[in-house]
């Protein structure tokens, strides 16, 4: 089963983000359709879809809130932060690919890319 996920590394402290939350949604019929939000664990990893939310592929956007994030470390931002609510839109064609968003973070920047690899079975 395919799975989309994200990684998401706090560059200021050299730590995975843990507690940052993210929201997906995807093109359906024409219209964005909201799928369940997520929070990154501990090794700054969470599971965004899996299954049948990736059969077909298609569109997707994935907001993460690093604005938040940065607030609850205490770095210290000003209300209006240069890095806030970052959002992503791509595309996933049909297959059997897991899909991982790997992302650096600042309160000045981030960078994010996409890695493939063969999906896992199911045991």
């Known amino acids: 089963m395919a799975k989309l996920e994200i990684s998401i590394l706090d560059m200021v402290s050299g730590q995975m983000a843990e507690g940052v939350e ?3 949604r995807k ?3 024409g219209d964005w359709q909201q799928l369940p939000d997520a929070k990154t664990a501990k090794g700054g990893h969470a599971v965004l879809c899996a299954g049948a939310d990736l059969d077909g592929g298609g569109y997707f956007e994935v907001l993460v809130f690093l604005g938040k994030y940065f607030d ?3 770095y210290g931002l000003p209300q209006i932060k240069l890095v806030d609510i970052v959002p992503l839109r791509f595309g996933i064609e049909s297959g059997s690919a897991d899909i991982n968003i790997r992302m650096t973070s ?3 920047g981030y960078n994010a890319g ?3 690899e063969p999906a896992h079975a199911e045991a």
């Open 27 to 29: 093109v359906v019929n």
């Open 22 to 24: 993210v929201q997906l």
């Open 72 to 74: 609850q470390r205490g």
């Open 114 to 116: 996409f890695a493939t």
């Open 106 to 108: 600042s309160t000045k």
